[in-house]
Nanobody, 117 residues
Framework: QVQLGESGGGLVQPGGSLRLSCAAS????????MGWYRQAPGKERELVAF???????KYADSVKGRFTISRDNAQNTVYLQMNQLKPTDTAVYYC???????????WGQGTQVTVSL
């Protein structure tokens, strides 16, 4: 069964850190670009970061220098380390798997991140 399962969300104070995890099953992980998107209330879903199987990365300008994406191809897992969190980072974070060849992207169910005092 093809599945992306996120974990690690929660409530954190401004300036704090969280690490999100996304475990993939049912896919050849090394043939997918793995990424994280987020959607805040009333806003469109936006790219946070992605990492290719070769190790190339891309970050949204708003998270550069604060967030780090990594992937463990042996564990079929992608991570998002989030430091120096701001209230504007509050959103539902979604794991995404985009195939290198033809095919539809896969989405996780989302995990809530709330940055607040």
């Amino acid at each position: 069964q093809v599945q992306l399962g996120e974990s690690g969300g929660g409530l954190v104070q401004p300036g704090g850190s969280l690490r999100l995890s996304c475990a993939a099953s049912g896919i050849n992980f090394e043939l997918y670009i793995m990424g994280w998107y987020r959607q805040a209330p009333g806003k469109e879903r936006e790219l946070v970061a992605f990492k290719t199987p070769a190790g190339n990365t891309k970050y949204a300008d708003s998270v550069k220098g604060r967030f780090t994406i990594s992937r463990d191809n042996a564990q079929n897992t992608v991570y998002l380390q989030m430091n120096q969190l701001k209230p504007t980072d509050t959103a539902v974070y979604y794991c995404n798997a985009k195939p290198l060849v033809v095919g539809s992207p896969l989405w996780g169910q989302g995990t809530q991140v709330t940055v607040s005092l």
